[in-house]
């Protein structure tokens, strides 16, 4: 059995006692244990404060932007093996156990390119300089400067190593060094791009740190200029934002939370239409990608009332048309739950939907099956979306969608999506441009991104779940409220943004050209 060791003071460090278990949850074998009883995690980000922050901020944007891209070349030299690693710990197939690889070298060489444009500079200036004063000679200008802390970045179970490179990529490229937490469960992809890291010397001491096990008393040292970005359930983002250290601190917390991400089907699309198709190939991926355990998958699906019998049949064939099962074999498209802790989660949620709506495909797991976590997909029908409250707060964390009826009317799609109470993202097939509009403004203050389906975009669609390292990721209420990625705008969190008044010269002789790099 593994024993998965962290990286800490630039050497790898192992827990005390047995630790936790990490299992394959295909068959529910243990494969590794973590644990981080006893490491000394004070004296950790001190190491990281006190030498990888100056070592990244001793590069330029540029150059941090090419550290990034040897790791995303490094990491991606190890496809083959990180794929097998994904599968094992967490019931990958192999489009899914891509997604997530592919996704975190992907993301890595995004930020590599940005630094790039960034240019050989330490800092940014924050729009255009200002007068502010009668006189032209008095001048205000805003720059953002990296943080001398550590970033904290504790991570959830789905996405080990896009996860780990979507924030690390922020964090490097605004020079502040990092302490990776993956969640226990599935530790042992990160674990791994760990050691290849670490064997590939490219990270300066101190700049990144690797914390396997539970997060111990991480957050009793956290100091004014730490960061926080977590990743996971709302309960725990609630635990981490009360914490005494961090309130007393005002440390930064960004969230990505739970989100019952919504679709709105519009009362123009027709069966068989272009975007009808559309609606429906993203719908059943949405549903069967990673099993469901994506935080951006689609949960509640909004329709006129007349649609709805079509799409139960339709969706039914496609998913009927995904065969789950052991990610071993060839064929099967949709593995088990990444761990076998997330099962009875899984139908438990299932087993309260069904209270208050009718299964309209699949049926309720019986019990733990040949494929240790696996279960199928299920379609629920609920009739009633505005007098039932549990299909706008449960989130099934698995393959499951509900569908509802609406009036056909954008406001009363926009008031039950809201009901969600914050979403990280919300899609509309429609291609009647008015209602789409409509809608559009209904639905952004409630998400942090919204797809807009169309028949114009039917061959390029990369579905409401992809996240984009050039768009954000985040979403309000519910969803945690954070903002990550957006090219640039993921760099805020780990830059203070001053605004320094002063003589226009001085400021010129002391920033330097006044436009402002975008
Ligand atoms: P979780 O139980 O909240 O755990 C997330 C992370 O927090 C893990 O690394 C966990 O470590 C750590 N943690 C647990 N207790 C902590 C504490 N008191 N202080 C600091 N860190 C602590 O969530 P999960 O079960 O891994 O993830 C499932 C949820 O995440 C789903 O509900 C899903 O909606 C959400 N999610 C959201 C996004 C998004 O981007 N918005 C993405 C994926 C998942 P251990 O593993 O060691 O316990």
């Given amino acids: 059995m593994i024993e998965l060791k962290s990286f800490l003071q630039n050497e790898w460090q192992r827990g005390a006692g047995d630790g936790s278990p990490l299992h394959d949850p295909t068959t529910g074998e243990v494969i590794a244990s973590a644990s981080t009883e006893g490491l000394d995690l004070a004296a950790a980000l001190r190491f990281a404060r006190e030498e990888g922050g100056p070592a990244l901020r001793a590069m330029t944007f540029a150059q941090r932007g090419d550290l990034l891209t040897r790791m995303s070349q490094v990491i991606h030299e190890h496809r083959a ?94 020079g502040v060094p990092v302490v990776t937490k993956p969640a226990t469960s599935t530790a042992l992809p990160t674990h791994r791009i760990a050691e290849i890291l670490v064997e590939s010397g490219l990270c300066p001491a101190g700049s990144w740190s690797l914390l396997c096990g539970s997060v111990g008393d991480l957050l009793d040292h956290v100091t004014p200029q730490d960061v926080i970005a977590f990743t996971g359930s709302a309960a725990t983002a609630r635990r981490i934002r009360g914490h005494a250290q961090v309130i007393q601190n005002s440390v930064r917390v960004n969230a990505e939370a739970d989100s019952l991400n919504a679709v709105v089907v519009g009362p123009d699309v027709e069966v068989d239409s272009d975007t009808w198709d559309l609606f429906l190939r993203e719908l059943a991926r ?63 949620g299932l087993a309260a939907l069904a209270e208050v709506c009718e299964i309209a495909v699949g049926a309720l797991p019986t019990g733990e099956g040949a494929c240790g976590a696996l279960v199928e997909p299920v379609v629920f029908v609920c009739n009633d979306p505005h007098g039932t409250e549990i299909v706008h707060d449960l989130e099934v964390f698995g393959p499951a969608v509900t569908l509802m009826p609406y009036s056909g009317a954008a406001l009363d799609a926009g008031a039950l999506v809201s009901r969600g109470c914050g979403g990280l993202v919300a899609t509309v097939y429609s291609d009647d441009i008015d209602f789409t509009g409509e809608i559009l403004m209904e639905l952004a203050p409630w998400n942090g991104r919204v797809l807009l389906g169309s028949k114009r975009i039917a061959d390029h669609s990369t579905g409401p779940g992809i996240v984009l390292p050039e768009l954000v990721h985040g979403g309000p209420g519910r969803a945690g409220g954070g903002l990550e990625l957006g090219g640039r705008r993921g760099l805020g969190l780990y830059m203070q943004t001053c605004a320094v008044q002063g003589s226009r010269p001085v400021l010129q002789k002391i920033l330097g050209a006044q436009d402002s790099p975008s």
């Fill in 286 to 348: 949405e549903m069967t990608q990673k099993s469901g355990q994506k935080c951006t998958a689609t949960r509640r699906v909004f329709l006129p009332e007349a649609l709805i019998a079509p799409t139960v049949e339709r969706l039914g064939d496609a998913l009927a048309s995904i065969p789950a099962g052991d990610p071993n074999d060839e064929g099967v498209m949709m593995g088990p739950l990444a761990t076998p802790g997330q099962f009875p989660d899984v139908c438990a």
């Fill in 81 to 174: 093996e990180l794929l097998e690693v994904s599968r094992r710990n967490t019931g990958t197939t192999l489009r899914d156990g891509k997604f997530d690889i592919d996704g975190a070298t992907a993301t890595l060489a995004a930020y590599g390119e940005l630094g790039r444009e960034l240019g050989d500079r330490h800092f940014l200036l924050d729009g255009e300089g200002q007068q502010i004063g009668r006189s032209p000679r008095f001048h205000g200008q805003h720059i953002q400067v990296p943080l001398r802390g550590v970033a904290l970045h504790i991570n959830a179970f789905n996405f080990p190593a896009w996860g780990f490179a979507e924030k690390l990529a922020c964090s490097f490229l605004a």
